[in-house]
Every structure is written in C-alpha cells, then in structure tokens.
C-alpha cells in the first residue's frame, strides 16, 4: 500500500504539471518524504510480534513521530491543545483538491484509518506504567511513567475511521511560469519554550554502544502550576505560585524562571509572581540512566488592572541661595526666616496629606492627595526655590508599591504696592506633572500625571500651578491619571 500511495503521488504531479521534468527542489523534498515512508511509519506496524508492551509502545510512538514528521512537512498543521485521538485524526488525513494541486510533496494519509489509541484504565494511569503521550510543544509523541492519563498501546481496528479531506498549507509554491523552474518558500513555524539558559542537558549521557538502550530512558513529566495562568485582579499580586514534581520521589528537580531570568532550584516554597509575568518550569532529570529532562512548562499571569490602595509624600533635596533655612521632615517642609521685624512668626511651610482610592482603572483620574500650603513672610535670601516630592502608591491586597518623582518649585513673588492679593501670592509649582519614574503595572509600563484640582478659600490653582495669597494658608486637591508610557492603549 505505501508503494501504491507514493506512485500515486508522483502521477499526480506528472499528471498537472505541462513540464516534462520535476524542479531539484521538489525531487529533494520527494525523496525525504519517500525516505521516510520506506522506513515502515506508514500505514502499518509490522514486524514488531514476541515484542514485550513497553518496547511496542516506543516503537509505535517512533514510528508515529515519523508520520508527524510528513505530515506536517507536507503542510499539516498540528498546532494548538490536541488530544491523542485528534492528532491520529488529522494523521489519516488526505489533502483535499485544492490543496493538491498546489501542493509540492505528500498528498495521502501518514497512517492507516484502522489504527486507534487505547487509554489507560484508572488504576493503570495512577501506577508507573509506560504511557504514550502527545506533546504539543515539541509536536511529537512521548513516553512518560506517571503523571497525565495516557495511552497504554496503539490498537487496530478493521472497522477503520472516516476522515474527510483537509486543506494544508504550501511549503513550496511555484513563483514564476515563464518556462523556469523558480519556487518561492514558506516555513512552517514550529512552536518552541525558550526563556533563559537551560542548565547542562541530562540528555547528552544518553548515548552508548546499544542504541537500543536508549528507548528504555523515559521523559519526565514538566511540572504541575498550583494556579494557572490568566488575568488576575492587580490587588491579588504577587501570587504565591508553587510547583508539584509529578514524577516518581527522587528521580527529579524543579527548576524555574521568571521573566527570562536565570534558572533557580525550586525549594518546595511558594515563590512571588509579579503581575504581568511570565514563569517557566522543568523538571531535571536525577536518573539519567532512565529518565531524561522535560520540556519547560510556561504561564503568564496579567492583571486586569482595577486598582485600590493609598498614596504618601515624602519631600526631599530643596534647593535655593546661601543663606536658605529649612526644617521639617517626612510630608512637612518649612522653609525661610520669619520677618520678625515686620510682626510674623512661622516662616513658609508645605504639607502632603495623603488618599485612598478604590478601583481605578487606567486613564481614570483619582485624587492622589492634597497639599496645605501656608505662605508666609520671611526674609530675603532665606527661603528655597525647590525642591523634590516623591509620590508613594501602595496596592492593597500585597505588598506591590510604585514610586514617582516629581520637582516642585517654589515661586516667591514681590509684594509690591499696589499689587492685587493675586499678584503678590507665592505659588508651588509642578516642573513636570508627568512622574519621571514610570511603574510597571500589570505588566505595561505606566507613567502618574498630575494636576491641581479645587482649593480651600485663600487659594487658587492651574493645572500645575496652587497659589496662595501672602500670610495665609490654603489647601489644594492633587490628582492623578495613569497613563502608558509608551502613550497607546490603557488597557494592562
């Protein structure tokens, strides 16, 4: 039957084609499907009696991988969450017409209609025992020994399984008619785990006189996420994400990345993910002699981003002449020398309060806090002209906090005669209202842009700016909207 098919194949593509000769290409990538064919993964299992059922099943899944191999060289696609049963089924397969006409390489099925999967029983998935299992990362069969229900053996059964033709993708497509022989590639995009280093391969020592040793190694099992991967409320961050090595005790480790980082052992404790990363784990093999490492096994945990928590201010860094005189601490700042001589006893004083706020979603403004802001009258050369106001928000929930920096400046104006309360007012204000630290909120990076909103009596203010008339005090509401830094969408 499998010479049958191959003839089949080739007639064809004589029989569509006004050329007299195939392209080198085309005959190259016959002669690897051909090769494959002649080695038995076809259609059959022959040759395989007084065999135990352990070698039978890893001579079954070689051969399967071998029909994996065709079929997705010759345009199947073979991506996504399949079960064994699907897999087969798309493996019996055939390319529908339109498809085979422009199809360059394998048109018929990789294995026979008869051949099913026969699952384990329960009580045989919760032993050792070998189990064939489809591997959608490597897109190949494995075998396994614990873990997963699996597949004990690979079965016929002459009544057979009915599939209806498919259409495949065209791995070479003829680029130009003009009497040459000219083809135009496109790969097929084989899905891959690649974050970090991977720690020396087990797999190396596998290799010995018998070859026939080798399929006597089983691969371990990736291990099992305590919570799996989605979109998460940004107050549940960090989560405490363990690990379950579902292997036999003593044959493997867990080792782990976050965010591409470097391997590190798993201990056995919960380890904290970060909204908006990205964890991967393996197992690595203790046993070499019989086990080898498992592929990584990935999830990504995003946040939803609905936001509740607090803010604080600290004050830091002023600046100004010489002769500047300053006090305070932590969210209260004074600055200058009262002029005395002229009947005033406080000099100038600034004091962040901070808020709470509840379920802010990006580009939703919040109030951040508010500012007290007492103006008084002190001597020339006393005062500061600026300085630093960081911004703390604490997320409830965790421990997760972001800090923006902003400068303020500080704005004496003269008190002249005949000038308006207006005109003689001293102001704080905001050299930039976009915070210079971005914050990596759910995984998107964020900048905290500011701006005064309503005051007290004695006040007034501008999107950066809060003054307050001379001698008097006023206080000035702050508030804040997350925005991307990159300045797209808002959505984390």
Not at 246 to 254: H, I, Q, T
């Amino acid at each position: 039957m499998t010479a049958m098919n191959i003839r089949t194949s080739f007639r064809y593509s004589l029989k569509t084609r006004n050329q007299d000769a195939f392209s080198l290409v085309e005959v190259l990538a016959t002669v690897a499907v051909i090769t494959i064919l002649a080695s038995g993964a076809i259609l059959g299992w022959g040759g395989i009696k007084g065999a135990s059922e352990s070698s039978q099943l890893r001579s079954h899944v070689q051969m399967l991988n071998s029909a994996v191999a065709v079929y997705r060289s010759s345009g199947g696609d073979l991506s996504g969450s399949l079960s064994v049963g699907e897999v087969l089924t798309k493996l019996k397969s055939v390319a529908n017409e339109e498809s085979a006409q422009r199809l360059n390489g394998y048109r018929g099925a990789t294995i026979d209609q008869r051949l099913r999967a026969e699952p384990q029983s329960e009580a045989e998935a919760a032993s050792s025992q070998p189990r064939a299992m489809w591997n959608p990362v490597r897109m190949r069969f494995v075998i396994a020994s614990g873990g997963q229900d699996g597949v004990k053996r690979f079965v016929f059964d002459e009544q057979g399984e009915s599939v209806d033709p498919e259409e495949r993708a065209v791995a070479l497509a003829l680029a130009s008619q003009g009497g040459g022989w000219v083809w135009d590639y496109s790969e097929f995009q084989v899905p891959e785990v690649t974050v970090g280093e991977l720690p020396v391969l087990i797999a190396g020592t596998l290799a010995g006189p018998n070859p026939a040793d080798a399929l006597e190694v089983l691969e371990l099992n990736p291990p099992q996420f305590s919570i799996p991967g989605g979109s998460y409320e940004y107050s549940n961050f960090d989560l405490p994400l363990s690990f379950e090595n579902d292997n036999p005790a003593g044959v493997s480790e867990v080792f782990y990345s976050i965010d591409g980082a470097d391997w590190a052992i798993y201990s056995g404790s919960a380890i904290l993910v970060p909204a908006g990363a990205r964890v991967a784990a393996y197992s690595v093999s203790l046993d070499p002699d019989r086990w080898i490492d498992s592929l990584p096994a990935a999830e990504t945990y995003d946040s939803t981003f609905v936001i509740t928590g607090s803010t604080a201010g600290l004050f830091s860094n002023p600046v100004g002449g010489p002769d500047m005189v300053t006090g305070g601490w932590g969210n209260y700042f004074t600055w200058g020398t009262p002029a005395t001589q002229a009947g005033f006893t406080d000099p100038s004083w600034i004091l962040y309060e901070g808020a709470s706020f509840y379920d802010v979603m990006p580009g939703e403004q919040f109030l951040l806090g508010t500012i007290e802001y007492y103006n008084g009258t002190i001597n020339g050369g006393t005062g500061a002209s600026g300085l630093d106001l960081a911004i703390t928000l604490s997320f409830a929930g965790g421990s997760q906090e972001e800090v923006f920096q902003y400068d303020l400046n500080l704005i004496n104006s003269a008190n002249l005669d005949g000038n308006t309360q207006a005109e003689s007012a001293d102001y704080v204000q905001f050299g930039e209202i976009v915070g210079t630290i971005p914050a990596f909120l759910g995984g998107v990076e964020y900048n905290l842009v500011l701006e005064f909103g309503a005051t007290t009596e004695n006040g007034f203010a501008s999107i950066d700016e809060f003054f307050v008339f001379e001698g008097e005090s006023a206080t000035g509401q702050i508030y804040g909207t997350l925005v991307p830094a990159w300045g797209g969408s808002s959505e984390g």
